[in-house]
C-alpha cells in the first residue's frame, strides 16, 4: 500500500452534499478522519447545522454530543477485556451466577462464555429487528437493570448452542454489563456501578468527556430524525434514547463528542496509547472465534471485514438508533497496539435510516461515507455500488413499541 493522503475539503464537502440537498435544515454530520501520515494526526469536519430538542440552533463542533448507539459495543468489549479477559478468559456466565447470589441468571444461560457474550456467538436470539424475543412482554420504562435480570431468571430467551453462528444481541451485551457492574458473584449489579467502571476504566484514562444518555442533557442534545424511503425520502423528529435504556446502556448507551470519538479511533488505530488499555488491542481486534457472518470475522465488539474488490479491509462497528447513525472503521494492522493502523475513519449524524440511495435495500449512510473515505485516503475512488461495503445489518435496531393506551 502506498502514502496515505489527507481527504480534501471539496472531497468531504462532495460526500454529505446529497444528503443535505434533502435535508438543509436540521441535519448535521460530523467526520472524523486520522492516520499518522497526517498533520496533527487527522482531523474532523463538520457540515450542515443541529437545533435541540426545543427548537434551539445549536453549534455543530468538536464538542456537539451525539447518541452512538451501537458502537457503545466496542467500549464495553474493551471495559470487559480490561477488568475480566486480561485477568481469566475462560469464565462464562455461570461463574458470576451464584446460588442465592445477587446475579441470578436461569441455569440455560450458564455455559454461555463471556467472550461469546461480546463476539456475536452467545446463542441468544437475534434481537435487532422487530421481531425479537428476548425481552419481557411487558415492562416498565426506563428499563431498569433489575428488571432485566429478574426477567433472565425467570423467563430467559431460548438460547441455541453458542459459538455456531452469528447472532446478532444487543442483550448479551446489556448481560455484560450487568457482570461488569457485579465486579464479582457477591455484589449487586448497578447501571450506576456499571458507568461508573466505563468512567473510571475507559473514559477516563482516554481523556474522554463522554457519558451515559441519562447524562445527557436534552438542551444540548441534538434533535434526531427519522428517514422514510417507502415512497421518497420523508424524515420526522424522533425522540431521544431507547426503551431498553437503562438496562442496555452497555449496548447503546453512550452519548459522545467529534472529540471523543477522535479519540476513540487514535486508540484503537494504536495511535495514542495508554498503558493499561493499549495490550488489549489485540484480543479486541483479533478474530475471537471460528464462527463467519459472510465474510466477517469477529473480534470482541468489532467485526473483522477482509479486503474486497471494492472495499478496504476493516476492523468496523456501525450504530443505529431513533434519530442518530454512526459508523467507525480503520485498517486492520498486523500487530494491534505496536504498529499503527495506517487510516481510520468515522461518521456521526443526527438521523436513522438515511441511506445511499431512495431504496430500502441502500446502505446506511454513515457505513457508506465512513467506507467511502477510507477508500479516499488511500487514493481510491468509491464505488457507485455501496452495498458491497459490510454491515451488521440493514436495521440495527427495535424500533419503539406503540405507545401505550392512555389509562381510563
Do not use: H
Amino acid at each position: 500500500m502506498g502514502s496515505i493522503v489527507e481527504p480534501t475539503q471539496t472531497q468531504l464537502e462532495d460526500l454529505v452534499a446529497p444528503y443535505l440537498a434533502t435535508q438543509s435544515s436540521g441535519l448535521g454530520f460530523a467526520i472524523g478522519y486520522a492516520s499518522m501520515d497526517f498533520s496533527n494526526l487527522g482531523g474532523l469536519y463538520f457540515a450542515g447545522n443541529v437545533q435541540n430538542q426545543f427548537g434551539v440552533a445549536l453549534t455543530l463542533d468538536a464538542t456537539t454530543p451525539f447518541e452512538i448507539a451501537s458502537v457503545s459495543k466496542t467500549f464495553t468489549a474493551t471495559l470487559y477485556a480490561r477488568l475480566i479477559r486480561s485477568v481469566q478468559s475462560t469464565l462464562t456466565i455461570g461463574d458470576y451466577c451464584v446460588p442465592n447470589g445477587p446475579l441470578r441468571i436461569s441455569p440455560t444461560l450458564a455455559n454461555i462464555t463471556l467472550d461469546e457474550l461480546v463476539n456475536y456467538t452467545s446463542g441468544l436470539p437475534q434481537d435487532n429487528d422487530n421481531g425479537a424475543v428476548d425481552t419481557p412482554p411487558y415492562w416498565t420504562y426506563p428499563y431498569s437493570m433489575p428488571g432485566m435480570m429478574s426477567f433472565l431468571e425467570a423467563a430467559p430467551p431460548q438460547v441455541d448452542p453458542p459459538n455456531e453462528k452469528y447472532r446478532y444481541s444487543n442483550l448479551g451485551f446489556a448481560i455484560m454489563s450487568a457482570i461488569l457492574a457485579s465486579n464479582d458473584a457477591n455484589s449487586n449489579p448497578s447501571v450506576g456501578a456499571f458507568m461508573q467502571q466505563m468512567r473510571e476504566y475507559i473514559f477516563k484514562p482516554l481523556g474522554l468527556q463522554a457519558k451515559f444518555f441519562n447524562e445527557a442533557s436534552l438542551a444540548e442534545l441534538p434533535l434526531g430524525y427519522d428517514y422514510d424511503y417507502t415512497q421518497s425520502p420523508v424524515y420526522s423528529a424522533a425522540s431521544p434514547g431507547w426503551v431498553f435504556f437503562p438496562a442496555y446502556f452497555g449496548a447503546g448507551g453512550i452519548v459522545a463528542t467529534p472529540n471523543d470519538m477522535f479519540q476513540w479511533l487514535l486508540f484503537n488505530m494504536g495511535i495514542a496509547q495508554q498503558p493499561l488499555l493499549t495490550p488489549l488491542l489485540p484480543a479486541l481486534q483479533s478474530p475471537s472465534t471460528s464462527v463467519q457472518w459472510g465474510d466477517n470475522q469477529f473480534g470482541l465488539g468489532w467485526f473483522i471485514n477482509p479486503a474486497g474488490t471494492n472495499w478496504s479491509a476493516s476492523i468496523w462497528k456501525d450504530g443505529d438508533l431513533d434519530g442518530f447513525g454512526s459508523y467507525i472503521a480503520f485498517l486492520p494492522s498486523a500487530n494491534p497496539g505496536v504498529t499503527a493502523s495506517q487510516a481510520g475513519a468515522f461518521v456521526l449524524v443526527n438521523a436513522d435510516g438515511v441511506t445511499d440511495s431512495q431504496e430500502n435495500s441502500g446502505v446506511e449512510i454513515a457505513c457508506a461515507l465512513t467506507n467511502d473515505l477510507l477508500l479516499i485516503m488511500q487514493g481510491e475512488t468509491p464505488p457507485t455500488d455501496k452495498s458491497v461495503y459490510p454491515r451488521s445489518a440493514l436495521s440495527r435496531r427495535q424500533k419503539r413499541p406503540a405507545a401505550r393506551p392512555a389509562p381510563r
